[in-house]
Each structure stands twice: as C-alpha cells, then as structure tokens.
C-alpha cells in the first residue's frame, strides 16, 4: 500500500517568513495530492490539492509543487501570520475508488 | 449547513465497557469514513463505507465495528475498549471516492481507563 512520510514533524518560523513543508510518497500509481489544515480542536480542512498532471498549484500565499520522478510534494506558504499557526497533513492516493493516505502532519508555529 | 456533526465530542470509558460513536452529514455524500488520530502518528483509517449498504476495513479496524445506517448516517462501535483505543476519532465524508474534498467532523475524544 502507499506510504506517505511528510517533514519536518515541527516548524516554527517569524511571522512573515515563509514555511515549506515536504512530503514523499511510495506508490508511482498515486495521482491526487491534498493537503489539510487542523487547527486546535478542529477537524482537518482541505486548503489545496494538486492532480499529478500539473507540477505546482497556487492559491494567494499557498503554493504546492509535486516532482513525479522523484516522489515528493512540497506545501509553500509565504507571508504567514500567526493564523497560519495549525497542523499541516500531506496525503496522497490513486483516482477511482480509493482512500487517502496520510502524513504524519506537522506543526506550524508562527509567531508574531 | 451542519456537515459533518459526530456525537458525542467527550467520552470516558472503563477497560472492557462498550460504545458506539454516531456521525451523521448533511451534505448528501456517497462515502464516509472514520478516522482516529493519535499523537506523532497522523490520521490512521479505521473503516469506510464507500456507498450505502457497503462497508470496508481501512488501516486499523482491530477492536472496531461498524455500520452505515442510510446514507447520512455511519456509526462506529467499540465492543470491548482497550487503554490502546484511548484517542481523537475523526468521521468524514466526501461526494464519492473518485477524488474529491473530504468534509471532516470536529471529532470525539475518547478516553479508556
């Protein structure tokens, strides 16, 4: 089955800085890449996805890139504020009836 | 809009007492699934029901039932708690499984003493 491994598992950066968080993935077959964002008692919410015909995807200060050859995807945020501050989890999956597997997730520390 | 509502939010449980956790979305999703999370260990599936009437193991459905009442409503149930089953459990729901936005709930955090 897909395993997902996802860095660094803690990040703290100052606020205006930019965060990358990376993930890498096992199954060659796997073609759809979200990520989630928890914050503190909530449940994950999809904040960007990427299909593996494209190589990056931007929305306002998000951005994620995805290499195929390589196996790894890469979530950019620039400009954070401290409402940045959650866990970030990278998953990935095949199309057609499948699950998603998850990261680890990683917590995002932004501090004013 | 409601989405996703998981019942109840607190749960504290004596070793080998059961219960079951209820979901339930209002978004007319063909799929749901339930999650736990444990720290240092990311979101781990348990068990998903990809339509009404069908149910499937996930990652780790050990100690776990459950049951796709109709299509709003999917229910997970511990027979037997164990300390091991002591977490956050998470249901979520998505349109169908061919690659979509999945709608999380706010969560349960069970405790098994």
């Known amino acids: 089955g897909e395993n997902v491994e996802q860095h660094p598992s803690t990040l703290s950066v100052q606020e205006g800085d930019s965060a990358v968080i990376k993930c890498t993935y096992s199954d060659s077959a796997s073609n759809y890449f979200p990520w989630y964002k928890q914050e503190l008692g909530k449940g994950p919410q999809l904040i960007i996805d990427?299909?593996?015909?494209?190589g990056e995807k931007k929305d306002q200060r998000i951005a994620v890139t995805l290499n195929k050859t390589a196996k790894h995807f890469s979530l950019h945020i620039t400009e954070t504020q401290p409402e940045d501050s959650a866990v970030y989890f990278c998953?990935?999956?095949?199309?057609?009836?499948?699950?998603?597997?998850f990261g680890k997730g990683t917590m995002l520390l932004v501090s004013p | 809009n409601a989405g996703v509502t998981q019942t109840p939010k607190f749960q504290v449980l004596k070793t080998g007492q059961s219960m079951t956790l209820q979901c339930a979305q209002d978004?007319?999703?063909?799929?749901m699934y339930w999650y736990r999370q444990d720290p240092g260990m990311g979101l781990r599936l348990i068990y998903y029901s990809a339509s009404e009437g069908t149910t499937d193991k996930g990652e780790v459905p050990n100690g776990y039932n459950v049951s796709r009442l109709n299509k709003r409503e999917f229910s997970l149930r511990l027979e037997s708690a164990a300390p091991s089953q002591t977490s956050v459990y998470f249901c979520?729901?998505?349109?169908?499984?061919?690659?979509?936005?999945?709608?999380f709930g706010e969560g349960s955090r069970l405790t098994v003493l």
């Open positions: 998953a990935a999956s095949r199309s057609g009836y499948s699950t998603l597997t």
């Open positions: 979520a729901s998505i349109r169908d499984m061919i690659i979509g936005e999945l709608f």
């Open positions: 978004m007319n999703h063909n799929s």
């Open positions: 990427i299909r593996s015909n494209v």
